[in-house]
């Protein structure tokens, strides 16, 4: 069973995908993922903080993980940009999330909305990205 956090991942992430297609604004991606299935399960404080943040700093966490990439963003899949977006926002603002969780989060994500190979792509950018985001944790980590 997921936890009511994936599912606000999930749905950040099918939200975050819409909005890079369409340009929709936050509220209205907000009202009709309210009428999602699953809506119930998620985590709805969380789903708000992810979607609305990352939409709000989007040009911010674009340029957090733009030296991480090999080729521009705006070159990546949307579903494979949504999901960086979502993990970069967890790792800056929900430093109780450890980063490890955030990044197989991510991986996950990108293994259910994403093509084959996708979420490889998306964990090496994340274990990159997390070493400067959280360098404590990550070097604290590596060292075990």
């Given at each position: ?44 404080e969380h789903l ?97």
């Open positions: 069973m997921k936890s009511a956090r994936r599912r606000s991942r999930e749905l950040a992430t099918q939200g975050l995908y819409q909005w890079l297609l369409s340009g929709v604004p936050a509220g209205e991606i907000d009202a009709q993922l309210r009428g999602s299935q699953g809506y119930d399960k998620a985590d709805h708000e903080a992810i979607l609305h943040g990352v939409i709000r700093e989007s040009d911010t966490l674009s340029a957090d993980i733009t030296p991480c990439l090999d080729r521009p963003i705006e070159q990546l899949s949307p579903v494979e940009r949504a999901v960086l977006l979502v993990a970069t926002y967890e790792l800056k603002h929900h430093i109780d999330v450890p980063y490890r969780v955030v990044i197989n989060e991510a991986v996950e994500l990108a293994k259910t909305f994403g093509g084959s190979d996708g979420y490889k792509y998306v964990n090496g950018v994340l274990d990159k990205l997390s070493a400067q985001l959280r360098p404590d944790e990550s070097q604290a980590s590596r060292r075990r």
